[in-house]
């Protein structure tokens, strides 16, 4: 019996084959990914805690930034991973690995109470200092922003800090991701709060201020929100 490729059923016979075969194609090559898609992952998140204690690969005489080619090598220098935990909005610790936790996962789970978090907190030596590593996350004007707090060996001063978003404004909210916003959390205190101010005032270290963005209000109070409100749990936490 011949086939009526004209008929409507062919086609839809046809369109639905076609459908599968790409599909079952397009499923294989995004398993075959994955791996790799998981190992960028691993290698992002890696460059971001180390971008908050500034590290340096040197290569000779030469100083190399944080790269995807070095970051393992100096997260292996840095990062002590035996005593880096997790501990819970009391201030405890729980059994889980810190790398392991997905803090933007948790973030977006509206379902998950804040104080059923986990909060991971990594463990660093710098120059012979050890720095303690704090993961934030919140929101800014048109979606999640997030960084890496960075406090000294005496549990209390701020040594560095880093922060990104997603889709904040070019120029404006965006800027939170450019050193002259981010150095200005250096040498001030977690504990009490650092509060985004409009009146230059921010410019002074210490004072628990920092100056907000110019038509990035909205932005900079993000993540001034997602700063303190973090912070508690982590001063908790060295109080202990």
């Known amino acids: 019996m011949a086939i009526n490729k004209d008929s409507n059923g062919y086609t839809f016979i046809f369109a639905i084959a076609l459908v599968?075969?790409?599909?079952a194609g397009l499923a294989a090559i995004s398993i075959g990914l994955k791996p790799f898609q998981d190992k960028n992952v691993e290698i992002k998140k890696k460059m971001d805690i180390l971008a908050a204690i500034n590290a340096k690969e040197i290569n000779g005489s030469d100083t190399l930034d944080i790269s995807r080619k070095n970051a393992e090598k100096l997260y292996e220098k840095h990062i002590l991973v035996d005593e880096c935990v997790v501990i819970g909005s009391d201030g405890?610790?729980?059994?889980l690995e810190a790398f392991d936790v997905d803090i933007k996962k948790q973030y977006r789970d509206k379902n998950l109470s804040w104080c059923d978090r986990d909060y991971p907190l990594y463990v660093a030596e710098v120059d012979g200092a050890k720095k303690y590593i704090i993961p934030v996350v919140g929101s800014g004007l048109w979606g999640p922003i997030w960084g890496y707090i960075a406090v000294d060996d005496d549990k209390e001063t701020i040594?560095?800090?880093t922060f990104d978003h997603k889709t904040e404004t070019p120029g404006l909210g965006a800027e939170i991701k450019q050193e002259f916003y981010y150095t200005q959390y250096v040498g001030e205190k977690i504990s009490g709060g650092i509060k985004s101010v409009k009146d230059g005032t921010g410019k002074e270290v210490g004072n628990g201020k920092v100056d907000g963005i110019t038509g990035g209000t909205i932005t900079s109070k993000g993540?001034?929100?997602m700063v303190n409100r973090t912070l508690e749990v982590y001063v908790k936490y060295f109080k202990g």
């Open 92 to 95: 405890k610790e729980r059994d």
């Open 159 to 161: 040594y560095g800090a």
């Open 20 to 23: 599968v075969v790409v599909g």
């Open 223 to 225: 993540v001034e929100e």
